[in-house]
Every structure is written in structure tokens, then in C-alpha cells.
């Protein structure tokens, strides 16, 4: 009987009826736990890096490689072992009329209003923390409803990422040997935190850990900020000798007595602008669209390791 009637239910309510059972498994099997541990990640990265964020330019790389690496973590753990953990029951329920269209659907929208919750905490937590956000907007009426959709936008192509491998993977055992691998990736080519050689920055096009960083530093206006790395550097060294004097110290004297400094960062950050990192709408438009792109190409490879669950022999 149970298998008669699950070969004439539709694919909106098979749909409706995993959505039920993922969201019982958040409330009852402590898949919760994920929201709090993301609020404690995040106060963990602001207390760390959040000082110089939207400040100065390399805070500004820092914190927004810092806070990609948190949508980045938060989207792994909330998918990486959900259908490995259930492989024998989703094989079971597929030969039994499951539509796996509607079971990686209902996935897909309950791992979405999951990152959706984790964004809003970790924009809460940094708020909180006296963190400073970007004060201008360029899609919305809104800054931190701009940043709040590009942090959604890395975390759900990171989960959607963390849901094919879970997907292909035997056990949990594989998933979570994996996903240390994959992470690292995601990480290393980020395309700017890393001085990469020419022949890999190709491969930073593939993680969503690039698309992110560069439109958080876009959001955040990077070029108009100042640049502090080199002057305090440079001051390190103003009590060098030089044939029994110091010209440096007197530099900064003469510098700093005719209030010089900040039009010296000035200068400075003009001469290091990032191109990609411009305050344009192209910019952010054309990184949502790539973490689009590769989010929905995660959930079609999925699909289709899915639809030939049965063949498993493993």
C-alpha cells in the first residue's frame, strides 16, 4: 500500500511532505545547533579583524576574505552529511516512486532558509560588535540588505556545494574526509587574500569564496579607502642612522607637523586600486550571477548522481 500511494504522489507534495521532515529534524534532531555555532563564529572573526573593516584597504581584503570564509563554513556544515546519512532510506524511497527532483527541492528550501537565518546573525553579531558597515548602497535602498544578499548568495552556493558531495558520498565518514580538501580550495583561491602564480588564478573563477570576497570589497567602496600598510611599515623604520642621523624621523616630523598623513594614504590607495574591486553595480550584479550560476550547477550534478541512486552498489 505505502508503496502504491507513493508512486501516485505528485512532486509538489512529496516536496511539501520532506520539507516537513527536515524542518522535524531541525527542531528534533539538533540540526538547530548550526545557527548558534554560526553567531559564534562571527563574533569570533569580528572581535579578530573586524577592527579595520570598511575602514582602511586591507582591513577591508581581510575582513571580507574573513567573513566569505564564514558563509563558506556555515554552508559546508549545514549540508555536508544530510543525504549521506540517509543514503539506504532515499534509495528505498526512490524505488518506491520518490521523485528526486522533489527531494533535493525540499532540500534546497530548507537549506536556503537556514542561510538566510545565518546571514542575518552574522550582520547581527558584527552590528553588535560596533563592527563599521558599508554606509552606501548600490542595489537596494539598503547597504547592509546588499550585503546581506551577497553573504546568502556565498553560503548557499557553499551548501548547495557541500549537498553534491554529500550526495556522491558513501557515508558521512567520506563526506567529512572530503570536505577538509574542498574547503582548503575554496580558501586558497580565494584570487587576492593569496598571491597565487598566473597559471592558477584561472581556477579562483571556480570558487565562490572569489565572487564573494570581490563583491564585499566592491560594496564596501575598496578603492576610495586608504591604504596604511606602507606608511606603517615605513615608520617602523624612522629611527634608522644614516651617517649619524635620522632623515626618515625628520620626515615624519615635517610630514606629521603639516597634518600630511591622510593625504599621503590617499595617495597611496590610488596607486593600489583594484579594478575588480570597483563600486559599480556591473560589479556586484556580476558576482551574485556567478554564485547563481555555480549554485545551480551543484544542484544539477546532484540531481543526477541522485537519479541513479538504485545503480549503487557500494
Not at 528550501?109 to 560596533?130: D, E
Not at 593569496?194 to 565572487?211: C, E, I, R
Not at 590610488?270 to 579594478?275: D, L, R
Request: with cysteine; net charge positive.
Amino acid at each position: 500500500m505505502r508503496k502504491r500511494r507513493a508512486r501516485h504522489t505528485g512532486r509538489f507534495l512529496q516536496t511539501v511532505i520532506y520539507l516537513g521532515k527536515l524542518f522535524r529534524m531541525f527542531l528534533f534532531q539538533n540540526d538547530w545547533k548550526v545557527l548558534p555555532m554560526s553567531a559564534i563564529i562571527a563574533g569570533l572573526v569580528a572581535f579578530s579583524v573586524g577592527q579595520n573593516l570598511y575602514k582602511t584597504m586591507e582591513g577591508t581584503l581581510m575582513g571580507s576574505f574573513a567573513v566569505s570564509c564564514i558563509c563558506i563554513w556555515n554552508g559546508f556544515f549545514n549540508s555536508i552529511q544530510v543525504i549521506c546519512r540517509e543514503r539506504a532510506i532515499v534509495k528505498r524511497d526512490h524505488r518506491s516512486g520518490l521523485h528526486i527532483t522533489s527531494y533535493v527541492a525540499a532540500h534546497m528550501i530548507y537549506q536556503a532558509v537556514l542561510c538566510i537565518a545565518q546571514a542575518i546573525i552574522i550582520i547581527f553579531i558584527f552590528s553588535s560588535m560596533n563592527v563599521q558597515m558599508p554606509a552606501k548602497s548600490l542595489i537596494t535602498n539598503w547597504p547592509l540588505v546588499d550585503v546581506g544578499i551577497t553573504l546568502f548568495l556565498i553560503t548557499y552556493c557553499a551548501d548547495m556545494l557541500a549537498l553534491l558531495i554529500s550526495a556522491s558520498a558513501r557515508t558521512t565518514t567520506s563526506a567529512m574526509t572530503v570536505m577538509p580538501f574542498v574547503l582548503i580550495v575554496q580558501l586558497l583561491f580565494s584570487g587576492a587574500f593569496f598571491n597565487l602564480p598566473k597559471q592558477a588564478m584561472p581556477f579562483t573563477n571556480l570558487t565562490a569564496t572569489k565572487w564573494g570576497l570581490t563583491a564585499l570589497c566592491a560594496q564596501g567602496d575598496y578603492n576610495s579607502l586608504p591604504m596604511v600598510s606602507i606608511w606603517n611599515n615605513a615608520l617602523k623604520m624612522k629611527n634608522v642612522e644614516i651617517d649619524g642621523q635620522k632623515p626618515l624621523l625628520e620626515i615624519f616630523k615635517y610630514i606629521e607637523d603639516n597634518d600630511m598623513r591622510d593625504d599621503i594614504l590617499i595617495k597611496t590607495a590610488q596607486q593600489n586600486q583594484n579594478e575588480e574591486y570597483a563600486f559599480s553595480k556591473d560589479v556586484v550584479y556580476k558576482c551574485w550571477n556567478c554564485l547563481i550560476i555555480w549554485t545551480l550547477i551543484y544542484v544539477f550534478i546532484a540531481v543526477v548522481i541522485l537519479e541513479f541512486i538504485d545503480k549503487d552498489k557500494r
